[in-house]
């Protein structure tokens, strides 16, 4: 299940629950590195620390209720997740290097030293890609054990009934955030920001669980949250590399080569300030009991009138509209010849056709753990036009029954293959005992040169039969 509690779930029950699942996937996660590729590792390492922060948020909601339970519980997940953070740092530098000359832009002025700033951080990152991390590695020990003994802890969880359960953390996290936003915008260190941020991240867990209450009012909420926490996450990236520049020496090359990226960070920084500001005034322009009691409300009416009525859906389907999509898909598919390297349960997909002409196909899909999407196709073969758009729930719930007889069930894995990621799919229902494997390309050059390796199998990317589509459709066609 999702990030969030169910209709009708009792609150300590459900809380329970979800705490549970979370800690289960992250040990998951770290007993499956071992088996992974240096590649893979990092994007491991990454759901480990997700899971840890996801769980930290929801003590926070029901501190009140766990007494002197809250501070070794938060102070295991925190030493666990520190454990996790310096194996793939170097990484994560590189990337938010590359992702800041995109956006800004690079000046001609300075653009040799930004060049020979780039070599260093991927030669630090390729580095530390090609280091695997042994199951035994003391880090992930220490990790794993940590986990472990939260989650003991929250199976003992014995919490008040009802909102009473989650209404005092709540005030105390909206209120943490006010005050947090002020501060950072009175006296904007790169500490004072990080600090809001931690609380804006903690919001956006706690209105994640209770969205299901409302959706058509928090689930813009919980969008713009993610939003704001976004930005001061990239903000919190460049304030590391501006620091790691400014203090280390010739470790990063060049003077002239660290002040040009500690300049191009602190410029960036400023733009996204400039919009954190601006939304976070208005996520936080209530008072913290006004807040809450709005929660409440929608809590309470929740459980007497049951699940929102679903309104206004046209307009909320024109609404998407004005959201930017991605427009073109290069993918090449494959049938899988061996056994691919799986690692842990994957996502469970389901998805149906609501509307197929031809080489036109409208679609519904719901993933766990991700947004359900609209997607609307055209062409065929290994590029393609595609549009793509968030749904909240209700609109989902609209959709899908108009998609019946024409839906399939999968889950996938994602795998990581030569600097692409692959997607392996596993199908169940009448198509069980299909695997197909699909890998997406940013370019024509490097969808043309992609090597499939040895566990790939025939390529039917110009085989109809194998289309999603057509499956959903007439099931798998004999040759």
């Known amino acids: 299940m999702g990030f969030r509690l169910e209709h009708g779930?009792?609150?300590?029950?459900?809380?329970?629950?979800?705490?549970?699942?979370r800690l289960d996937d992250a040990i998951e996660r770290l007993d499956g590195l071992?088996?992974?590729?240096?590649?893979?590792?990092?994007?491991?390492?990454?759901?480990?620390?997700k899971r840890a922060k996801e769980v930290r948020g929801l003590l926070r909601l029901v501190r009140p209720g766990l007494g002197d339970g809250y501070g070794w519980a938060n102070r295991g997940l925190r030493e666990a997740a520190a454990e996790m953070a310096s194996l793939r740092d170097a990484q994560a530098l590189a990337r938010t290097f590359t992702d800041l000359r995109r956006s800004m832009g690079d000046d001609s002025s300075n653009r040799v030293e930004l060049d020979a700033l780039q070599r260093v951080l991927d030669g630090r990152a390729a580095a530390a890609s090609a280091a695997a991390v042994a199951t035994d590695d003391p880090r992930v020990l220490r990790c794993r054990e940590g986990f472990v003994e939260v989650r003991r802890g929250v199976k003992r969880w014995d919490l008040p009934k009802g909102f009473g359960a989650v209404?005092?953390?709540?005030?105390?996290?909206?209120?943490?955030?006010?005050?947090?936003?002020?501060?950072?915008?009175?006296?904007?260190?790169?500490?004072?920001?990080h600090e809001w941020r931690k609380t804006v991240k903690h919001l956006w867990y706690q209105t994640r669980l209770l969205e299901p209450t409302a959706p058509s009012i928090l689930g813009p909420l919980v969008h713009r949250l993610d939003d704001l926490a976004d930005d001061l996450g990239d903000d919190h990236d460049l304030a590391v590399l501006a620091h790691l520049l400014e203090g280390d020496g010739d470790g990063f090359g060049a003077g002239a080569q660290r002040r040009a990226g500690i300049q191009l960070a602190r410029h960036h920084q400023n733009d996204l300030r400039h919009r954190a500001f601006g939304l976070g005034a208005r996520v936080y322009a209530e008072k913290p009991t006004a807040?809450?009691?709005r929660m409440e409300a929608y809590w309470r009416i929740d459980r007497s009138l049951g699940a929102e009525?679903?309104?206004?859906?046209?307009?909320?389907?024109?609404e998407l509209a004005d959201r930017p999509p991605r427009t073109v898909e290069r993918e090449r598919k494959f049938l899988v010849a061996g056994p691919p390297p799986l690692v842990g349960d994957g996502s469970r997909i389901r998805q149906g056709y609501f509307a197929i002409d031809r080489n036109?196909?409208?679609?519904?899909?719901?993933?766990?753990?991700?947004?359900?999407?609209m997607t609307v196709k055209s062409g065929s073969g290994a590029t393609r036009t595609e549009l793509e758009w968030e749904l909240v729930p209700e609109i989902f719930d609209v959709l899908w029954p108009l998609a019946e007889g024409r839906c399939i069930e999968k889950t996938r894995h994602e795998v990581a293959v030569d600097g692409h990621t692959a997607e392996v799919d596993v199908f169940g229902g009448p198509l069980e005992g299909l695997c197909l494997v699909e890998v997406e390309f940013d370019g024509d050059e490097a969808m043309t040169a992609f090597v499939p390796p040895a566990w790939f199998g025939p390529e039917v990317t110009l085989d109809e039969r194998y289309t999603n589509a057509r499956l959903?459709?007439?099931?798998?066609e004999e040759t």
């Open 9 to 21: 779930e009792p609150v300590g029950k459900g809380l329970r629950r979800i705490a549970v699942e």
């Open 34 to 49: 071992a088996d992974l590729d240096p590649a893979e590792t990092e994007a491991a390492i990454h759901g480990v620390r």
């Open 167 to 193: 209404a005092d953390g709540l005030e105390a996290t909206y209120r943490r955030g006010r005050v947090g936003l002020r501060v950072a915008r009175e006296d904007p260190t790169d500490e004072h920001v």
């Open 291 to 293: 807040f809450v009691t």
């Open 309 to 318: 009525p679903r309104a206004g859906t046209i307009a909320d389907l024109a």
């Open 360 to 373: 036109v196909s409208a679609r519904v899909r719901e993933r766990s753990g991700w947004a359900s999407t």
């Open 472 to 476: 959903a459709v007439h099931g798998l």
